[in-house]
């Protein structure tokens, strides 16, 4: 495509392009972080007003039962599933990744200690997601039995770092940073032929890349609904235990919700059979509600269209970029490859942050990640092809005319 009305040509023969209509947009905005904050789904409004008005004001306590406020972590986790290639009641919408990440590592180190006790290392990468590295820095500190945590460099290092000592590798399936995507079937089997167990994050991969979990033979999965998924800020995430492991070992969050008869009140914790011995307390329902409304939207379609349309939108962009802002030293720094990236491309810049406020300054929202990373997120779902093409026109004005120097675009808030 070499200019704007390829680009709407594109969008005219686009099979997704009326998805759009079922998602709220700011105007004059062009939304390339949706792999950080999906934007809401037009139903959310509606059904956050029902859930307040109807169940909650008018139902009261009686909606745990009537409204299905109860069941909703179940119930949503089978329409979840059917996204990353799970079976139903395998998984539970819950809690944040952080949780659900200390519950399924900390279940999958008891497994392991059952069967060969001396496996004492979790491996990951140093470039994973930090509250990844942090909650099993932390798991180790509590459990005080001598487990480490190898972290490899570079992804090329797994393989050889996966060997007879280690108890479970711990891997973010496509790189919050880079996009690098790894293949699950593959490691997960390398994993195994090492006598290792297999947990994957899947936060920059639900919604966005088709996943295929029980396919892969997979271990635990952990993974967020407010990304790809558009759940809203702060959404609660997703915990996947295959059937095979579910009843073998109980989680230590074992809070109520995961009992199996919470309303006996009995002061022994029995778990729940099931998946559900992966809930713990109380879930927050006005919010785990608007989960529903993005989910039915990608039940409309599925993952492979998805990924299509994904892949031509990075492969334009890329291409864009590589060919219109070639002379203003930006440097791909996610894979080309299709089968190693995930829905998401970084350039790095030596000035990234200013860049990219620069450019969110003129209503093209992206991120920025240390050092020097530029992110740019590809939502298929309600992005189009004249809006990769807008874009880069207004990131190659800003880098031509180097408006990102003005001093207000150095400053930093909190979250970046
Ligand atoms: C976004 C993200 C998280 C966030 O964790 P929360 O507990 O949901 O805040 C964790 N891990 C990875 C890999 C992520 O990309």
């Known amino acids: 495509m070499n200019d704007r009305n390829e680009a709407l040509a594109a969008d005219r023969a686009d099979p ?5 209509e079922q998602f709220t947009l700011a105007a004059g905005t062009i939304y390339l972080d949706g792999n950080s904050l999906g934007v809401p789904p037009s139903a959310s409004a509606a059904r956050a007003q029902a859930v307040i008005g109807a169940e909650w004001g008018e139902g009261l306590i009686r909606s745990w039962n009537s409204a299905g406020w109860f069941a909703m972590p179940k119930r949503l986790g089978n329409k979840l599933a059917k996204l990353i290639g799970a079976a139903d009641d395998e998984v539970v919408v819950t809690d944040t990744i952080s949780i659900n990440l200390f519950k399924a590592l900390s279940a999958a180190l008891r497994m392991q200690n059952a069967r060969d006790p001396k496996r004492r290392v979790i491996v990951s990468e140093r470039s994973n997601f930090p509250s990844d590295l942090y909650i099993a820095q932390g798991l180790i500190e509590q459990l005080d039995r001598g487990y480490e945590l190898r972290l490899v460099d570079d992804a090329s290092e797994l393989r ?3 060997r007879e000592d280690v108890a479970v590798a711990m891997i973010t399936h496509v790189n919050y940073r880079t996009g690098e995507m790894h293949d699950m079937r593959a490691l997960t089997e390398h994993i195994h032929a090492q006598g290792a167990l297999a947990l994957w994050d899947l936060a920059h991969s639900a919604g966005a890349v088709p996943v295929d979990l029980n396919g892969a033979n997979a271990d635990y999965a952990v993974g967020c609904t407010y990304k790809y998924l558009n759940g809203g800020p702060g959404s609660p995430g997703f915990v996947w235990v295959p059937r095979r492991h579910q009843d073998a070992f109980s989680q230590p969050l074992s ?3 995961g009992h199996k008869s919470p309303f006996e009140m009995n ?3 029995r778990p729940d059979n099931g998946i559900g011995r992966y809930l713990c307390g109380t879930q927050p329902i006005v919010s785990m ?7 039915d939207v990608f039940l409309q379609t599925d993952m492979q269209a998805i990924r299509r349309k994904s892949l031509a939108l990075t492969d334009f962009f890329i291409e864009l ?3 219109r802002c070639k002379e203003y030293g930006l440097t791909l720094v996610t894979p080309r490859e299709h089968t190693q990236r995930g829905s998401h491309v970084s350039f790095e810049h030596p000035h990234g942050y200013e860049v990219m406020q620069a ?4 209503g093209v929202i992206g991120d920025y990640r240390e050092p020097h990373v530029l992110r740019f997120g590809f939502t298929p779902l309600y ?3 004249v809006d990769v093409w807008d874009a880069v026109e207004t990131l190659r004005d800003v880098l031509a005319t180097e408006s990102w120097r003005k001093p207000e675009f150095a400053e930093r808030g909190a979250v970046t």
């Not at 450019?359 to 003129?362: F, P, S």
């Open 16 to 20: 997704l392009a009326a998805l759009r």
């Open 160 to 162: 050889a770092a996966i």
């Open 359 to 362: 450019l969110i300054a003129r």
């Open 289 to 295: 509600a608007l989960v529903e409304c993005g989910l």
């Open 255 to 257: 809070g109520w919700w």
């Open 321 to 323: 970029v590589e060919t």
């Open 267 to 269: 002061p022994v914790y």
């Open 383 to 385: 992005l189009r092809y």
